[in-house]
């Protein structure tokens, strides 16, 4: 099962604000990655952070691999109507090579 | 669009039949991982192939196989469907066993 917990569940914002997602385990992961999906897509890559203490951002995104390598965070600035979708995190751990383990998903409403 | 390509897109099938899923990687990736997306599990990984091998085995039922082909494309295939198969299943692939993990849209699988 799930070995990542995500939060929050989901959010509701206004244009414009900014946004704050984390995911955290009770198991330490040697690759954090942060996904985008829209309705009836694909994840879709957004972050990819490899080092314990990354800082990574990709425009407005930003995301942190935590220094205790069990967390992670996510943030988008200045919202807009089409970061709407649900965010998942998802890590690799050293022990179970390359499969990736999912968060629950928090799923991000703008209101224009 | 991440070079994935994913047939079909939806599948609608009834309880004890089977059925073929098929993946075809970006260009030059060799591994190709199926994920499964169900409301109460969340997004599972099922089973990883590289350059034609098994590689890695996640919570896969015994129902469910896989294989990847010479021209790297690779199938699952789901047998004595029931109710709960229902899900999107994703396929997703990447250059080495290892490396950043890209998407494809899913085929999303109906069990009635």
């Known amino acids: 099962g799930q070995q990542l917990n995500q939060s929050p569940q989901s959010m509701f914002i206004q244009e414009g604000e900014d946004v704050s997602m984390n995911c955290t385990s009770s198991s330490i992961f040697n690759t954090w990655l942060w996904y985008k999906q829209d309705p009836g897509e694909g994840p879709v890559l957004l972050i990819a952070l490899y080092k314990a203490g990354e800082l990574t951002s990709n425009g407005r995104l930003t995301a942190q691999f935590g220094i205790t390598r069990k967390d992670s965070f996510l943030n988008i600035s200045a919202s807009i109507p089409s970061d709407v979708g649900i965010y998942f995190c998802a890590g690799q751990q050293e022990t179970s090579g390359s499969r990736l383990t999912f968060g629950e998903g928090t799923q991000l409403t703008v209101n224009p | 669009d991440s070079g994935v390509t994913q047939t079909p897109k939806h599948l609608i099938t009834a309880t004890g039949q089977r059925v073929t899923l098929r993946c075809s990687p970006r260009?030059?990736?060799?591994?190709v991982y199926w994920y499964q997306q169900s409301l109460d599990q969340g997004l599972q990984f099922l089973i990883q192939?590289?350059?034609?091998?098994?590689?890695a085995k996640g919570n896969i039922l015994e129902r469910f196989s896989a294989q990847q082909f010479p021209d790297l494309h690779s199938e699952l295939n789901l047998s004595s469907l029931e109710l709960g198969d229902s899900a999107l299943y994703f396929c997703?692939?990447?250059?080495?066993?290892?490396?950043?993990?890209?998407f494809g849209p899913g085929t999303r699988l109906t069990v009635l």
């Open positions: 192939y590289y350059n034609g091998e098994e590689r």
């Open positions: 260009s030059g990736d060799l591994s």
């Open positions: 997703a692939s990447s250059v080495g066993g290892k490396d950043t993990q890209y």
